[in-house]
């Protein structure tokens, strides 16, 4: 069984950085598509970025050239880095994984996963 823990959340100023990691255990990491997802309470959960199995990555437009996803296999870490925050990044985010196949071509629909985190929670005011 896959497991998913995510951390680094917390409440920053609008401008500022943050960087989400999200250990990983129960599977070969490096077999795993990762992807970081949020959401926002009373809204559907937004894919944001993903990470192919083959190193590719694929970015929600309102997060590209601001925030970047890597992993540390070494470590069977996921990272997200945010940086520029905006209010409107506010959210719970997911740390996402599967080894099966991909529903989507931009890795970024819920139905890309199978497995999630709890959950971390980014707050960015003005």
């Known amino acids: 069984q896959v497991r998913l823990v995510e951390s680094g959340g917390g409440s920053v100023l609008a401008g500022g950085s943050l960087r989400l990691s999200c250990a990983v255990s129960g599977s070969t990491f490096s077999s795993l598509r990762m992807g970081w997802f949020r959401q926002v309470a009373g809204k559907e959960r937004e894919g944001v970025a993903a990470l192919a199995i083959d190193g590719s990555t694929s970015y929600a437009t309102s997060v590209k050239g601001r925030f970047t996803i890597s992993k540390d296999n070494a470590e069977n870490t996921l990272y997200f880095e945010m940086n520029s925050l905006k209010p409107e990044d506010t959210a719970m985010y997911y740390c996402?994984?599967?080894?099966?196949?991909?529903?989507?071509?931009?890795?970024?629909?819920?139905?890309?996963?199978?497995?999630w985190g709890q959950g971390t929670q980014v707050t960015v005011s003005s």
């Open positions: 996402a994984a599967s080894r099966f196949w991909p529903y989507s071509s931009t890795l970024l629909n819920q139905k890309d996963y199978y497995y």
